[in-house]
């Protein structure tokens, strides 16, 4: 239930170079299925949020459609505890976010013979779960907001 990180080389992570367009995750890419939650505006996604959200689709959408996820690259974020001085390293992982650019597919939703209103609505309720501003992508009827 629970995301599963890919196992990285360091434990921590140390800031890197800003991404450029060549980096940005999939755009529009209906690889899966027919319905697509998509970024209207970058913003940082938590691992909490995310496993509340695919927690709150599974009890939803029970076994009648699958969700796809498309987020990839999660770095763990560090930070000291309020009472320590400076210096002494890194503190330890307190969480692991990702960062979305505008435009990224977060997920990719296939159902069979299933009420696709239904499923349009609870992705509503979904997206107002999430810091960033999204929008649904429907290959069939091509832009819902």
């Not at 991404?19 to 890419?29: E, I, L, M």
């Not at 009890?59 to 560090?78: D, E, G, H, V, Y």
């Not at 990224?104 to 609505?121: A, P, R, V």
């Amino acid at each position: 239930m629970l995301i599963q990180l890919i196992k990285n080389k360091y434990a921590k992570s140390f800031s890197g170079k800003k991404a450029t367009k060549t980096q940005q995750n999939n755009k529009k890419n209906n690889n899966y299925s027919t319905l697509c939650l998509i970024a209207n505006q970058a913003g940082i996604i938590t691992d909490f949020q995310f496993n509340a959200i695919k927690r709150e689709f599974k009890r939803k959408a029970k076994k009648k459609a699958q969700i796809f996820i498309s987020l990839t690259n999660w770095i763990p974020i560090t930070k000291k505890p309020q009472s320590v001085r400076l210096g002494r390293g890194k503190a330890n992982v307190k969480y692991h976010a990702i960062a979305i650019k505008k435009g990224s597919t977060l997920f990719e939703i296939k159902y069979n013979n299933f009420n696709s209103q239904k499923i349009k609505n609870e992705l509503k309720t979904i997206s107002k779960k999430l810091p960033v501003k999204t929008y649904l992508f429907d290959l069939k009827k091509r832009w819902i907001f």
